[in-house]
T-cell receptor, first 111, second 112 residues
Framework: GQQVMQIPQYQHVQEGEDFTTYCNSSTTLSNIQWYKQRPGGHPVFLIQLVKSGEVKKQKRLTFQFGEAKKNSSLHITATQTTDVGTYFCAGVIQAGTALIFGKGTTLSVSS | EAEVAQSPRYKITEKSQAVAFWCDPISGHATLYWYRQILGQGPELLVQFQDESVVDDSQLPKDRFSAERLKGVDSTLKIQPAELGDSAMYLC??????????FGPGTRLTVL
């Protein structure tokens, strides 16, 4: 079946360092969404990318959608302790269908 | 800000017992999803509703799981009988157009 792979599974950084997580789909996607889940919490929507090659920024977070609409990345510049959590990418193969989540990248930040 | 409500937040049960979870989506959201999230994994879809109709239940273990959304608003997910492997977080999400999804706080189920 369709799969969304995400790497790395874990990443530890010092506060102020950058962080990137990568997402790859076995199938061309209609759109890709990113969610953040804090420890003990539930996934919270961050952003949706729809267009091939799209780049979106939210303060220190930069999201990219690949030209082939099969891969995506999330880059955090100058991490802060508040960035701690698990970041999930979730692909949508056809609009209106369910999200296919990656396994997530768990980010820890030490000050 | 409107939120998806779920109850209970925590449930401990013994195997072979029946359990039920409730979800109240954001008002006006036609699409409702139930996901299961095992510790250390991403959420996996169990069932998707569009209004009161099931759109996708291909991953729902129908021998023990059932879900309904009778009036197209709130929804109930039931497990009978519960098994040890059902221990997980059960997340409900809703969406206005079947796109961006808003998750509830989840129900953490522990089966002993």
């Amino acid at each position: 079946g369709q799969q969304v792979m995400q790497i790395p599974q874990y990443q530890h950084v010092q506060e102020g360092e950058d962080f990137t997580t990568y997402c790859n789909s076995s199938t061309t996607l209609s759109n890709i969404q990113w969610y953040k889940q804090r420890p003990g919490g539930h996934p919270v929507f961050l952003i949706q990318l729809v267009k091939s090659g799209e780049v979106k920024k939210q303060k220190r977070l930069t999201f990219q959608f690949g030209e082939a609409k099969k891969n995506s990345s999330l880059h955090i510049t100058a991490t802060q302790t508040t960035d701690v959590g698990t970041y999930f990418c979730a692909g949508v193969i056809q609009a209106g269908t369910a999200l296919i989540f990656g396994k997530g990248t768990t980010l820890s930040v030490s000050s | 800000e409107a939120e998806v409500a779920q109850s209970p937040r925590y449930k401990i049960t013994e195997k072979s017992q029946a359990v039920a979870f409730w979800c109240d989506p954001i008002s006006g959201h036609a699409t409702l999803y139930w996901y299961r999230q095992i510790l250390g994994q991403g959420p996996e879809l169990l069932v998707q509703f569009q209004d009161e109709s099931v759109v996708d239940d291909s991953q729902l273990p129908k021998d023990r799981f059932s879900a309904e959304r009778l009036k197209g608003v709130d929804s109930t997910l039931k497990i009978q009988p519960a098994e040890l492997g059902d221990s997980a977080m059960y997340l409900c999400a809703s969406s206005p157009q079947g796109d961006t999804q808003y998750f509830g706080p989840g129900t953490r189920l522990t089966v002993l």
